[in-house]
């Protein structure tokens, strides 16, 4: 069967022929929930299917122009309930949920709904979604997205067809961004390597000038911690924490995020598995954490870091969030023993002009 999404849809080839066939044989759900880390590419297979149902290519301006086709996909930390009911609609944001599927049909077939990070719905909004869920109108599918579909409630996700969205191999990132977007077969695979198999977060680190050695300077710095005691350590978290605000909150989950591999790194050569480890910068460093520390220690800082990153998400303050995984980390004993600094500029260079790391420059949408 040849198939119908484009060349973007990259992976995910049990969760797109099985969405593929419903499409073709008129079986979609009403309501599909598709899960997955960020940047895994949920929401570009969401659209997709949109594409798919709506005949998209056939339609002048394509997907964004159809009138047909409505999309949640703004850099709102929260989607709050007017984005969702009726009369909630305006002028820059264009009709909301309620209002997009009070109209009939325009082009006399059926209407696709998609939310883009659906875990971000308040609770007002989720319970707007969930009436639109028990009650679907005639010729309607809604297609959600969330990288943590735990924070939605449990009965907006009892009534859709919950798909997982697995994480991409590096190789196929690689040739991707090789093939689609012309990156240097050098960058492509450091990219493709450190993204954890989300092609979105590859694309950033390949083509956004910066991102690569935001994420290389975060590990070097949270690595420089290690053995200076207490007042290092709140030092360290102090000059490392970014602002309270919404963009503050996006750089600290980054940061995080780097040193989670770094852990699980610590985690794959105590394991006796070191050809799992994506920081190379950091072998040496990983390696002298897995043989310092028991393994027991090492999972308990992996949950901690996975915990910082969960609380920073639920809008805790960084600051406070890096203090207190910072004591958890290089104070409590046995402690993370200290390494040899290590260039940052080696195995994994970036774009042209990445000589700045301050503020995280912008990433390419791609969710």
Known sequence: MARMFPAQVLGHVPVATRLERAVREGTLAHATLLAGPDGVGKTTLAEAVAAAVLDAGSWPGGLRAHPDHWLEDSAD?????????????????????????????YAGGRRVA??????????????????????????????LCAAHPERLPATVVSRCQLLGCAPVPAAEIRAWLEREHGVAPSLAGGAATLAAG??????????????????????????????????GALQAAAALAPPNTAEGRERALTQVTAWTGFVRDVACIAAGTPELAVWEPFREAAAAWAQALPPERIAAILGRCVDTADQVWQYAVPRLG????????FTVTPAPPRTVGVSVGGAFEGPPGSASTS?????PRRR
């Open 77 to 105: 930390e929260r989607i709050k309930i007017a984005r969702m009911r009726a009369g909630g609609g305006t002028p820059e944001t264009g009709p909301s949920l309620q209002d997009f599927l009070g109209l009939r049909s």
């Open 114 to 143: 998609v939310i883009a990070r659906a875990d971000r719905l308040t609770e007002d909004a989720a319970n707007c979604v969930l009436k639109t869920l028990e009650e679907p109108p005639p010729g309607t599918h809604l297609l």
């Open 198 to 231: 989300r092609p979105g977060r590859a694309l950033e680190l390949a083509t956004v000038p910066g991102a690569m050695r935001v994420e290389t300077e975060a590990v070097a710095a949270f690595l420089g911690a290690a053995g200076t005691g207490r007042g």
């Open 322 to 329: 890096y203090e207190v995984l910072f004591l958890d980390i």
């Open 359 to 363: 503020p995280r420059p912008r990433a």
